[in-house]
């Protein structure tokens, strides 16, 4: 069987293909929104490189020998940003593959525990990001502003991704 076959039939597979792309474009989506209200309200102290970029900065001096470009970081720091935001966006749109409604607070939740599992506890304890208790209170807030927006706009944009494709059968 061709999956073509098997995408244009009503099955699992074509609820889950669906769900993934959906969710996808959704987070691709609240990526941008994320990225662009971090570009106006601080989320780090101005001298403190953030988990992207040490990241991406570590990996460029193993291949290259030599760190990211004071002037490329905008760029390193994007390329990390969309493909993790894409990820969650895919997850976030198969575990709701078959619901194409628009739920606000399900886009909150998103956004919120997206927040907790990396600034208040991965990134802290990789060594990437200071303890919250040594965060700004503004910075964290922002940071959770952002993370909200991202969950939200992640959800607005699967669920009409969604409906429209859904409309196509």
Known sequence: MKVQD???????????????LA???GGL???????LVEHFLPVRKVEQRSAQIQ???DLST?????????QNEELAEQLVNFPIGATVGAAYGFGKKDNKELNIKDGIILGGSTWVSTHETSLPLMGLEPKPTDVPLKMQFNELFAHVLFGITTEVVRSTVLQRLNERD
């Open 55 to 57: 990241i991406v900065d």
């Open 62 to 70: 193993k291949i290259t020998g030599s760190p990211v470009s004071v």
């Open 29 to 35: 989506a609240g990526t941008a929104v994320k990225s």
């Open 6 to 20: 098997l995408l244009q039939k009503d099955s699992y597979s074509k609820a889950a293909g669906r769900g993934l």
């Open 23 to 25: 969710g996808v474009i």
